[in-house]
């Protein structure tokens, strides 16, 4: 019996954050999978070695340099991909962590870290969800972590941090709702104790007990999967240690 054929083969998939950690591995993940991954991140030398490591491998993609936080190189970032397809997946990975005790956050530290991690979000959410729509539907997948997860340990010196992953638990939710009727579905993903440089940030005791290349493939199995039913829904990710 013949392989049936991924989903991604063929599409275009919006990665943001992924130009390090679990957005590298999706967007990675992804383009061996057939699909065309516009990747997007702040720091142009590594969004272009992400590029050029999926070329190496023989895959699709296209680096576009954006700010999430910022909604007009948002709106930028999709007029590139919907000239390349119109784009029928989106990883939102793209985010920031500052360890400061909750006495010491400045007001503008505390907006920095909401307007990445949660507007930035909602921004990218935005103008998919609009895509997508018109073109009949669409699948999005947004990072969150089990800092955002009720009743799951809490570190200190991560106040803003935790609290913009429960917004993209609830903004999820809510992408879901109004996604039903138009083939948009949504989920978003808790990951723990990942091996990556923010984990190191948020607490060096920590040990990782996941990879950033095992939670790419959780995505992408997540996106090969008609997941209408379970739209909405947070995936948390424990770790196996």
């Not at 949660?118 to 959410?125: K, Q, R, S, Y």
């Not at 990782?208 to 939670?215: L, M």
């Amino acid at each position: 019996m013949a392989e049936r054929e991924h989903w991604l083969a063929g599409r275009v998939a919006v990665v943001t954050g992924a130009s390090r950690g679990i957005g590298r591995a999706t967007a990675e993940a992804i383009a061996r999978e057939g699909a065309h991954a516009v990747v997007a991140a702040r720091g142009v030398e590594a969004l272009d070695a992400t590029v050029a490591a999926i070329r190496d491998s023989g895959g699709r993609a296209t680096a576009v340099p954006t700010d999430v936080s910022d909604a007009s190189a948002v709106k930028e970032l999709f007029s590139i991909a919907n000239d390349i397809g119109p784009p029928a997946a989106l990883v939102c990975a793209a985010a920031t962590l500052e360890r400061e005790s909750f006495d010491e956050i400045s007001l503008a530290s505390w907006e920095y870290t909401m307007s990445v991690n949660l507007t930035g979000v909602f921004n990218c959410c935005r103008a998919a969800f609009t895509m997508m729509r018109n073109a009949g539907g669409g699948r999005i997948v947004n990072i969150a972590s089990l800092s955002g997860v009720y009743a799951t340990e809490k570190f200190p010196g991560l106040a803003a941090y935790n609290t913009t992953k429960y917004g993209v638990i609830g903004l999820t939710e809510a992408i879901a709702v109004e996604g039903r009727s138009c083939g948009v579905t949504a989920v978003s993903l808790s990951p723990g104790a990942v091996d990556t440089d923010m984990l190191r940030r948020a607490n060096p005791s920590l040990r990782a007990g996941v990879t950033a290349a095992q939670v790419a493939a959780m995505i992408v199995t997540l996106l090969d999967s008609p997941f209408s039913i379970a739209s909405g829904a947070n995936v948390p990710l424990f770790s196996n240690v």
